[in-house]
Antibody, heavy 121, light 107 residues
Framework: EVQLLESGGGLVQPGGSLRVSCAAS????????MAWVRQAPGKGLEWVSSIFSGASSTFYTDSVKGRFTISRDNSKNTLDLQMNSLRAEDTALYYCAKYAGSTQPYYLDYWGQGSLVTVSS | DIQMTQSPSSLSASVGDRVTITCRAS??????LNWYQQKPGKAPKLLIY???SLQSGVPSRYSGGGSGTDYTLTISSLQPEDFATYYC?????????FGQGTKVEIK
């Protein structure tokens, strides 16, 4: 059974840093692209970042470029999102999600339950 | 960036109704269009991928269609467990944007 378990969320001041992590199990982690998707309170879904299986290809939405870094450790089956220079508008529930494959069509077939990040003074 | 616009933003329907949600992309996306369902307090769930392929385990009352820039999600006979918010998302290059969501409520 595929499981994705996020951790590391919490309250951080504007300008601060936080790292959210995702522990994956139930599939061959190294073979699949992974993504972070966030949802601000009461709002819709927003794709944040993706990383492909070899970690050589990473992608970001414009609003987080230069501030967030996605990474993976295929030996530990973990996905991370390092978030720096956090802003109030980064407040959201951050979901870890698995792609069904590493080629088109790209779609997210499994999601974690999310980790809440709150940026506030 | 490709913008995704869903309509309607919300709708009220009764059990047994046929419901159709539309998603329009700002440019052609070659059927790289996915649909997700989200219930309150829960993670999104994949329903349809590549415009019309039903994800394993999803009831057959769900179907997807469309091409080019215009796509639809249809629920042929609405069931009590279908009341939720539905999102489309394109995967035709980054950023992989979502629509704003369509909330399906009980009439």
């Amino acid at each position: 059974e595929v499981q994705l378990l996020e951790s590391g969320g919490g309250l951080v001041q504007p300008g601060g840093s936080l790292r959210v992590s995702c522990a994956a199990s139930g599939f061959t982690f190294s073979s699949y692209a992974m993504a972070w998707v966030r949802q601000a309170p009461g709002k819709g879904l927003e794709w944040v970042s993706s990383i492909f299986s070899g970690a050589s290809s990473t992608f970001y939405t414009d609003s987080v470029k230069g501030r967030f870094t996605i990474s993976r450790d295929n030996s530990k089956n973990t996905l991370d999102l390092q978030m720096n220079s956090l802003r109030a508008e980064d407040t959201a529930l951050y979901y870890c999600a698995k792609y069904a494959g590493s080629t088109q069509p790209y779609y997210l077939d499994y999601w974690g339950q999310g980790s809440l990040v709150t940026v506030s003074s | 960036d490709i913008q995704m616009t869903q309509s309607p933003s919300s709708l009220s329907a009764s059990v047994g109704d046929r419901v159709t949600i539309t998603c329009r992309a700002s440019q052609t996306i070659n059927n790289y269009l996915n649909w997700y369902q989200q219930k309150p307090g829960k993670a999104p769930k994949l329903l349809i991928y590549a415009a019309s392929s039903l994800q394993s385990g999803v009831p057959s009352r769900y179907s997807g269609g469309g091409s080019g820039t215009d796509y639809t999600l249809t629920i042929s006979s609405l069931q009590p467990e279908d009341f939720a918010t539905y999102y489309c998302q394109h995967s035709y290059g980054t950023p992989w944007t979502f629509g704003q969501g369509t909330k399906v409520e009980i009439k």
